[in-house]
């Protein structure tokens, strides 16, 4: 069965009882019994509810996985994933992972005696020297947030399970679509709901999925007993986008190579990344790795100034958090969503000052560049 097949139908058959051909949204707290030990297969809705569990087939199946859960955030997804690792163990991570991942693991996690080691992942050899007696967990984003680094999942997982190590892969920037960890031997896969997979910035979510099923059930185990549910709604939001996620992605796609393009000729532009530039050092990783791009591409415009001009001075282009919706959305790392981490850390990833990210949407590719152009045109004109 294709991906847009899959995305269509599994999970998402019609209803049993009424054959409705959207997924109900079943808007229950509680299941009524037919007697003391006989249900229909619900309970209590934050240990099951049909429409979740319908997305959660549906995603366990665009990843290639067995199992999925889905949970209020990408926060609380990666958060649950993490209960994995225990008291006294190691945790490596890509040094230039999402703010938010980073706070979590720094000024959380660590304050329960997991120790994490923050590497450069897109060199293999940094990762087998980051390996200790007490790893337990390789942790991923690739392409990373902002700068778009690429990690070889196969040479990483490699690595890992010759030590015993899980791998865990942030796939919320290229979607199952355009990326499928699992098939290059990761272990775990998580997901930000909210963002290509929703596809329309109106519901927040998160995701795990995986094929081992001790540690499924160990995810099943946190999700009921913490509680990090996704809601009925934003359940049913999510198998709504799912549906049209392989037309979006190609979309996605196209535009985003054609705005790459144009911002890596710009004579305001100092720097583009993006990893289906030939300039991007991993390009041909990406190419193998990736069935594409993507939308997501960063440029630096030199100055704090100079991308407050750009930003402040885009009409169409939306200034805002988050990524992956249809339209197209806007930001600046250093302030939004990396603000939590250390102006120094900032510095030496990458994430300057004048770095701007952009998730370029699905509108008319020479409506955003018209956008784009005017905004850059005035950056030497008011700075």
């Given at each position: 069965?294709?991906?847009?097949?899959?995305?269509?139908?599994?999970?998402?058959?019609?209803?049993?009882?009424?054959?409705?051909?959207?997924?109900?949204?079943?808007?229950?707290?509680?299941?009524?019994?037919?007697?003391?030990?006989?249900?229909?297969?619900?309970?209590?809705?934050?240990?099951?509810?049909?429409?979740?569990?319908?997305?959660?087939?549906?995603?366990?199946?665009?990843?290639?996985?067995?199992?999925?859960?889905?949970?209020?955030?990408?926060?609380?997804?990666?958060?649950?994933?993490?209960?994995?690792?225990?008291?006294g163990e190691h945790v490596i991570v890509s040094d230039?992972?999402?703010?938010?991942?980073?706070?979590?693991?720094?000024?959380?996690?660590?304050?329960?005696?997991?120790?994490?080691?923050?590497?450069?992942?897109?060199?293999?050899?940094?990762?087998?020297?980051?390996?200790?007696?007490?790893?337990?967990?390789?942790?991923?984003?690739?392409?990373?947030?902002?700068?778009?680094?690429?990690?070889?999942?196969?040479?990483?997982?490699?690595?890992?399970?010759?030590v015993g190590v899980r791998v865990v892969c942030d796939?919320?920037?290229?979607?199952?679509?355009?990326?499928?960890?699992?098939?290059?031997?990761?272990?775990?896969?998580?997901?930000?709901?909210?963002?290509?997979?929703?596809?329309?910035?109106?519901?927040?979510?998160?995701?795990?999925?995986?094929?081992?099923?001790?540690?499924?059930?160990?995810?099943?185990?946190?999700?009921?007993?913490?509680?990090?549910?996704?809601?009925?709604?934003?359940?049913?939001?999510?198998?709504?986008?799912?549906?049209?996620?392989?037309?979006?992605?190609?979309?996605?796609?196209?535009?985003?190579?054609?705005?790459?393009?144009?911002?890596?000729?710009?004579?305001?532009?100092?720097?583009?990344?993006?990893?289906?530039?030939?300039?991007?050092?991993?390009?041909?990783?990406?190419?193998?790795?990736?069935?594409?791009?993507?939308?997501?591409?960063?440029?630096?415009?030199?100055?704090?100034?100079?991308?407050?001009?750009?930003?402040?001075?885009?009409?169409?282009?939306?200034?805002?958090?988050?990524?992956?919706?249809?339209?197209?959305?806007?930001?600046?790392?250093?302030?939004?969503?990396?603000?939590?981490?250390?102006?120094?850390?900032?510095?030496?990833?990458?994430?300057?000052?004048?770095?701007?990210?952009?998730?370029?949407?699905?509108?008319?590719?020479?409506?955003?560049?018209?956008?784009?152009?005017?905004?850059?045109?005035?950056?030497?004109?008011?700075?």
């Amino acid at each position: 069965m294709g991906f847009a097949t899959t995305a269509i139908h599994i999970g998402q058959e019609p209803d049993s009882a009424t054959g409705a051909v959207s997924v109900p949204i079943y808007q229950t707290s509680t299941y009524a019994q037919e007697a003391l030990g006989k249900n229909k297969g619900f309970e209590y809705a934050r240990t099951s509810n049909p429409t979740r569990l319908a997305l959660e087939r549906n995603l366990a199946a665009l990843e290639g996985a067995k199992f999925g859960f889905a949970f209020a955030s990408g926060m609380a997804a990666i958060d649950a994933t993490l209960r994995l690792v225990k008291s006294g163990e190691h945790v490596i991570v890509s040094d230039n992972t999402y703010g938010g991942t980073a706070r979590l693991f720094k000024r959380i996690l660590s304050n329960y005696g997991i120790e994490f080691d923050f590497v450069d992942t897109s060199e293999v050899a940094n990762v087998e020297a980051a390996v200790k007696d007490n790893t337990r967990m390789i942790f991923v984003e690739t392409p990373t947030n902002p700068v778009m680094i690429v990690t070889d999942l196969k040479a990483v997982s490699e690595v890992a399970h010759a030590v015993g190590v899980r791998v865990v892969c942030d796939n919320t920037f290229m979607s199952p679509y355009l990326q499928r960890p699992l098939d290059f031997g990761v272990d775990i896969v998580v997901h930000s709901t909210t963002k290509f997979l929703n596809g329309h910035s109106d519901g927040v979510g998160g995701a795990v999925v995986l094929n081992d099923e001790e540690d499924a059930n160990w995810i099943g185990f946190v999700q009921n007993s913490a509680g990090a549910i996704l809601s009925p709604f934003d359940s049913w939001l999510v198998l709504r986008g799912t549906k049209t996620l392989a037309l979006r992605m190609e979309q996605h796609d196209k535009s985003g190579r054609v705005i790459a393009a144009f911002l890596e000729d710009h004579p305001k532009v100092k720097k583009i990344y993006y990893p289906g530039s030939i300039s991007h050092k991993q390009h041909e990783l990406a190419k193998r790795q990736q069935k594409g791009f993507g939308s997501m591409v960063s440029f630096d415009v030199g100055s704090l100034e100079a991308a407050r001009i750009v930003l402040e001075s885009v009409k169409l282009c939306t200034l805002a958090e988050s990524l992956g919706g249809v339209e197209t959305l806007i930001c600046h790392p250093a302030t939004m969503t990396h603000a939590s981490v250390a102006p120094e850390v900032r510095n030496r990833l990458g994430i300057t000052d004048g770095l701007v990210r952009i998730s370029v949407g699905i509108e008319d590719t020479d409506d955003i560049i018209a956008d784009l152009n005017q905004a850059l045109d005035k950056v030497n004109r008011e700075s």
